[in-house]
């Protein structure tokens, strides 16, 4: 299903990308070495009850997980880098730390993850991990627009990860939201321009570009949901939810 929003609908759209965003940068300033996953957790099922919002993820029950999966927020620590459960886990001093953040507020979603560096240490590796996708999550943002197609999105993001030297895995990518979470068209995060459905406006994106160190291969953890590097290696993973305009694309999830 691909939903296309109406000028109406837009206000709502940006609410919700906007309590995303303001979780996120607040759970990121909490997040200091010490600081347990399930207090994140915790932090963000108040966060989202407060705003009368609701959470993609307690109920959320895929084909690739084991049940639903139970909790607000998924927190992916080091060599995790999708659907990391919250467990506990007291983050340390360098730890490389991805939050991602789904929520239905006035019935539209909103999709957001951020990666970033706990503590005072900055691993060299981690920082460029996180450069990487974030670079890569802009120029797929700078590629979107009415009448590009989605390939031209995936090449975009896979020409900066590849160029960075990062294997790219097309298992899991970026997706429509609107309604409900996750909703067609499909984002892989490598591609051929020129390819794919067309872009409209009111169109809702969540681009995704994410990277592991030294592979491209996945492996699940004993919890049925997070997903690790199967080297062991860092991994780093930014999103952003933008809505498609009339003369390009408009970031919703963008701290302001």
């Not at 407060?50 to 620590?77: L, M, N, W």
């Not at 960075?164 to 499909?186: C, K, L, W």
């Not at 492996?219 to 690790?228: E, F, I, K, M």
Request: hydrophobic share 40%.
């Amino acid at each position: 299903m691909i939903e296309i929003l109406n000028p109406t609908e837009l206000p709502r759209a940006k609410a919700a990308g906007a309590l995303v965003a303001g979780i996120l940068q607040t759970l990121k300033s909490r997040s200091a070495v010490g600081t347990n996953l399930q207090d994140i957790n915790r932090w963000a099922q108040e966060m989202i009850t407060k705003a009368g919002a609701q959470s993609c993820y307690v109920d959320y029950e895929p084909s690739f997980g084991r049940g639903p999966f139970g909790h607000y927020i998924c927190t992916s620590v080091n060599d995790a880098v999708l659907h990391g459960l919250p467990y506990d886990y007291t983050l340390a001093n360098g730890d490389l730390l991805t939050l991602d953040l789904a929520v239905s507020h006035r019935s539209v979603v909103a999709d957001s993850a951020i990666s970033f560096i706990v503590g005072d240490s900055k691993p060299t590796e981690s920082v460029a991990l996180i450069n990487a996708t974030e670079r890569a999550l802009s120029a797929g943002i700078a590629a979107a627009g009415p009448g590009a197609r989605i390939g031209d999105i995936s090449h975009a993001i896979g020409a900066v990860l590849s160029g960075a030297g990062y294997s790219i895995n097309t298992e899991f990518g970026g997706h429509g939201v609107g309604s409900t979470m996750h909703q067609d068209p499909h984002i892989p995060n490598t591609g051929r321009p020129g390819r794919g459905y067309r872009l409209r406006p009111g169109l809702l994106l969540a681009l995704e570009p994410w990277v592991m160190a030294d592979t491209a291969k996945l492996v699940t953890d004993a919890d049925g949901w997070t997903l690790r590097s199967a080297t062991g290696c860092r991994t780093a993973h930014s999103e952003h939810t933008i809505v498609i305009t009339d003369d390009g694309a408009e970031i919703l999830t963008c701290d302001r």
